[in-house]
């Protein structure tokens, strides 16, 4: 499940600011804004909407941590 924490970390790391993103993923720019106010899981969130986020940002470079596979938690990492 993504994190509110790992979208804006990885936009952050792909210097795309939430507009960017929402054109990527094909989402609105508000939709973008609600899930980063949110804190943890994104529960409250689409199932296809998480999946065009995470597409749109996996096709630019970033990789997913999950719970587990990082000494604090769940991340974001950039590929090779």
Do not use: C
């Not at 970390?9 to 804004?33: F, N, P, Y």
């Amino acid at each position: 499940m993504l994190t509110s924490e790992q979208i804006r970390a990885a936009r952050a790391i792909l210097r795309w600011d939430q507009k960017r993103l929402s054109a990527e993923a094909g989402i609105s720019v508000e939709t973008v804004k609600r899930l980063e106010k949110m804190n943890g899981p994104l529960l409250a969130a689409t199932g296809t909407t998480l999946t065009a986020i995470r597409t749109a940002l996996e096709a630019a470079g970033v990789q997913f941590l999950d719970d587990g596979d990082t000494a604090g938690g769940a991340g974001v990492a950039l590929r090779d």
